[in-house]
């Protein structure tokens, strides 16, 4: 069955951009003819713009920008209005940065080649990690699903637009199949975990701590991102910044860079402590967030590395995604590869980089 929410969503997205700009335009029209046109925002500092609060979208996985999380790091590189917005998947995050809810978000390449090929007004700063281990597709040990091939005419739970879809698909293309070979239910995460303890879905394709609560409730992980990134198929954690913000706040964006280079450092320079951090923070235990933290995150000195931002290897990624998504009638165009190459912004990780030496 091919799914057409995606196409749904994307074209939302653009209204919402429309009817976001045509507020924009009102308001500073009002703020003109009350203020006389002009003044200066005494709450600016280093020559940036004021702002009354700094929103940064957020999901509960795994990684390491938990720790900048949950230790303050943001608050403490980039002030006390900073707020942390816990949002369940990555469309949504989409559709904070699209109405401005938010000025940053982490999101898996799935969302953000749907949003950067819809003009969504962001850009990739940052790669949190190369999925491998924490993202998978799950089955019931007494369903007789061993395969993807045995998913054809099953209902699978996925969350759409976000990287678990595009892994899914992925996953069915190299078995020889497509999405009309099985039947997509669009879940969240948390909807994945009621689905499953029903009976309504037997397989899905998700993410830690889902993957893994399914994994002990009667499930085995039959791949995960790791498998699919030895075929060629690899799936990526990014942070994004609202272009708007980052053209009027830079130094505020190299902070943020710079609270996440904090919270990686930490975890490869004590890993217990890390997990001590993830654990209380996501609420679980210490065991399971030490099994769960199975990506490869990308440390500052690495960010520009060949497998990572550099040799225009995420904008590769990013493209051969959209054209993926666009064969599946999941968007509705795939830019061209210089399009994506200056939708990532290295200069914040550059002067950090810099900074070091």
Known sequence: MRDSMINMEVKNMKLKKI????????????????CGGSGSDDSASNGEKGADKVVIGTQDLLDTSVIAKSEGYFQEAMGDNVEIERLS?????????????????????????????????YKVIWIEDL???TEGLVAKTDSGINSVKDMKGKKVGVTLASSGHYGLLC?????????????????????INSAWARGDIDVAYTWN????????????????????????????????VRTDFAEENPEAVKQYCAALAKGVKLYYDDRDAAYDIVSKYLEMTVENAKEQMSDEYIKL????????????????SIYQVAKFLEKEGQIEETRDLDYYKSMIDTSYIEALQAEQK
């Open 19 to 34: 009817i976001a700009a045509l507020t924009m335009l009102t308001v500073v029209a009002l703020a003109g003819a009350g």
């Open 89 to 121: 998947a990555g469309r949504d995050i989409n559709n904070a940065l699209m109405s401005d809810s938010v000025e940053f978000g982490m999101m898996g390449i799935c969302p953000t080649t749907v949003g950067l090929s819809s003009d969504a007004g």
């Open 131 to 133: 999925i491998r281990g």
């Open 171 to 191: 996953a069915l293309q190299d078995e020889g199949m497509t999405s009309e070979d099985i039947e997509m239910v669009d879940l969240a995460p948390d909807a």
């Open 209 to 240: 701590p889902t993957l893994i609560n399914l994994k002990n409730s009667g499930g085995k992980v039959l791949l995960t991102g790791a498998d699919l990134a030895k075929k060629g198929h690899q799936t990526i954690n990014f942070h994004v």
């Open 301 to 316: 000195e690495n960010q520009l590395d060949d497998n990572a931002l550099g040799a225009d290897n995420a904008a590769k």
